[in-house]
């Protein structure tokens, strides 16, 4: 019987349960799903958005994003520090901006591209002339509803 | 160690909000060549002009922007047409000025900014002016239906009415019926160039 309680020469390492790993996964996998956000396009400009008290909530399945605002720091030098509009993942013109509206409508579901909804996310120090011209593009495109999204607020600074 | 799991998912699940854009919707009037635009008479106007330095001029006089949403609430709210017209205002609790709006249905607001104006601004003045029409529509709402405006059409919007369909849809026809009393009229002018 002596070999029974024999010690193991060696000295190895017995494996390492593994039973617990898919739950362990899944744990994580689930966390991550909840608490990353989607973004679809990566920001060229500087987005702090006025402030504002008199909300609604933005559908999202029906918008298109306007961007718009002065160039991030980092792309100051090059391209200045005029206020820019970005529609998707780059700087669009004034005058092209109705070719790029129109083919991120097309992205939308059929049913829902008559009730298009133009969402604009400018920044603060933008001159309203901007927010102008872009009003009146969208007017010509003849797509008339429109959200100004602010950040949670009162516009009034005591 | 799966109870764990579920419990730490279900905790997340809670804890987390997944930030959702929030912002002042708004309807731009279509591009049509209108032959004789309807006369819209001086008193029923209210004139919020923007310069390009931020600065508020009001019917003519220099405005601070907190005292703007009491201003435009009084003008909305004046209910100046004489008792008997077919414009009276039965709801109105203004001061009735005759120099002011007639009916709210009749009163509109005009703002008219220079290109220069800072966004922000832009956005505070329409804040306001949103919320003027809130207050009245919520007052209206509270003393008609006895629940207010705005609460309602929020909770609507985001599907947590709780009640029948039926009653749903009671509640959206007593929407659009404020609505239809108090109308947002918010007309804006071309913008000036600058230097104006």
């Known amino acids: 019987m002596a070999h029974k309680f024999k010690k193991k020469k060696g000295g190895e390492i017995p494996a390492v349960n593994t039973a617990s790993l898919p739950d362990i996964v899944f744990m994580l996998l689930f966390f991550f799903m909840v608490v990353t956000v989607l973004r679809d396009s990566n920001l060229l400009v500087q987005q702090r958005l006025p402030k504002g008290d008199q909300v609604e909530k933005l559908k999202k399945d029906r918008s298109v994003f306007i961007y718009a605002g002065k160039p991030s720091p980092r792309y100051q030098d090059k391209y200045g520090t005029e206020g820019k509009i970005q529609i998707g993942d780059k700087y669009t013109d004034i005058s092209n901006l109705s070719f790029a509206l129109t083919e991120a409508r097309a992205k939308l579901r059929p049913e829902l591209q008559s009730k298009i909804m133009v969402a604009l996310k400018v920044d603060e120090e933008t001159n309203t002339g901007l927010v102008t011209d872009i009003k009146q593009e969208l007017r010509e495109l003849n797509m008339l509803k429109l959200i100004y999204i602010t950040s949670p607020g009162t516009p009034i600074e005591n | ?196």
């Open chain 2, 1 to 196: 160690m799966a109870d764990i799991a579920f419990l730490l998912l279900i905790f997340f699940l809670v804890t987390t909000t997944i930030e959702k854009d929030k912002g002042i919707a708004r309807q731009l009037p279509p591009i049509e060549d209108v032959e004789d635009p309807p006369i819209i008479k001086q008193k029923n106007l209210f004139i919020v002009n923007v310069n390009r330095h931020d600065q508020l001029l009001v019917e003519e006089n220099l405005m601070n922007i907190k005292d703007l949403r009491q201003a435009a609430i009084e003008f909305i709210d004046n209910g100046g047409a004489p008792a008997g017209s077919p414009e009276h205002c039965s709801f109105c609790q203004g001061n009735r000025l005759p120099g002011s709006s007639d009916n709210p249905n009749k009163a509109v607001i005009s703002v008219q900014n220079d290109r220069l104006t800072s966004y922000k601004m832009y956005i505070a003045v329409q804040n306001e002016l949103v919320a003027a029409y809130n207050f009245l529509r919520d007052r209206e709402s509270q003393r008609k239906f006895g629940w207010k405006f705005t609460e309602m059409k929020r909770s609507i919007d985001d599907g947590n009415f709780n009640g029948s369909a039926a009653q749903q849809e009671r509640i959206e026809g007593q929407l659009q019926e404020i609505q239809d009393m108090i109308p947002l009229k918010l007309s804006e002018a071309e913008p000036k160039k600058s230097g104006s």
